[in-house]
């Protein structure tokens, strides 16, 4: 059975109502990236982090996946399928999805400062004073700017060993997830969803395939696409 590996990004969560990372003006939500998703921002003010992803958190339980997650679940029918997202979401887990590997951390998951493998589920706000086992402060369990990637040796093997990798709602411009596509085998067919493709995307070469439009919009038509042809 093929491999294909899903990276997902923002986009795809967008089509959920989900805002993605930064608006056009550099901010998130009114707050710079250096505010809110930086070690030295934890650092500094620690209510202003923990008020700003319980936003998120609430935000996050208010929404549904959306026809882009569904039609991901329906290629599991056919193919062997894993996805590799950069959101912290877990819409691709609602909508079905079996295996799900996220890059940057779990809205619905917390961890202790000290240890960034002591992680628990979590739902609801963390408030100053909540501590992980070891008795340290919980804090959010996702990757900021400026911290390591941990699942980033496992996402460079599932994409080493695909036969077709699908990008859906990235930019393919923040780093180091974007260099995944750089560990894609030589025959390896490459899809890209992008309502905006940059000119770099558009041309790279004859086993790139765009899709110019929306996740929601595109990525069913490339699932039954794919489907029709097994």
């Not at 599991?76 to 996805?83: G, M, P, Q």
Request: charged share 25%.
């Amino acid at each position: 059975m093929r491999k294909i590996v899903v990276f997902s990004g923002a986009g795809i969560s967008a089509d959920s109502g989900l805002k993605t990372f930064r608006d056009a003006d550099g901010l998130w939500e009114g707050h710079a990236v250096e505010e809110v998703a930086t070690p030295q921002a934890w650092q500094k003010d620690k209510s202003t982090v923990l008020r700003f992803y319980n936003e998120r958190r609430a935000q996050l339980l208010t929404v549904e996946p959306n026809a882009a997650h569904s039609s991901l679940v329906d290629l599991e029918k056919a193919f062997r399928v894993s996805i590799i997202t950069q959101n912290v979401d877990d819409l691709h887990e609602r909508a079905g999805s079996s295996h799900v590997l996220h890059l940057h951390g779990e809205l619905f998951k917390a961890r202790s400062e000290k240890n960034q493998n002591l992680i628990v589920p979590w739902k609801k706000d963390i408030h100053l004073g909540d501590l992980a086992e070891d008795g340290a402060q919980l804090r959010p369990h996702v990757v900021w700017f400026g911290e390591a990637v941990p699942a980033m040796d496992e996402a460079v093997r599932l994409v080493s060993k695909a036969d077709l990798l699908i990008v859906v709602g990235t930019s393919l411009l923040v780093y180091p997830a974007a260099g995944l596509i750089h560990y894609c085998s030589s025959n390896c067919q490459i899809h890209y969803i992008d309502p905006n493709p940059n000119e770099d995307i558009q041309g790279r070469g004859s086993r790139w395939h765009l899709w110019r439009g929306t996740a929601a919009e595109k990525m069913p038509l490339l699932a039954s696409s794919l489907i029709n042809k097994t």
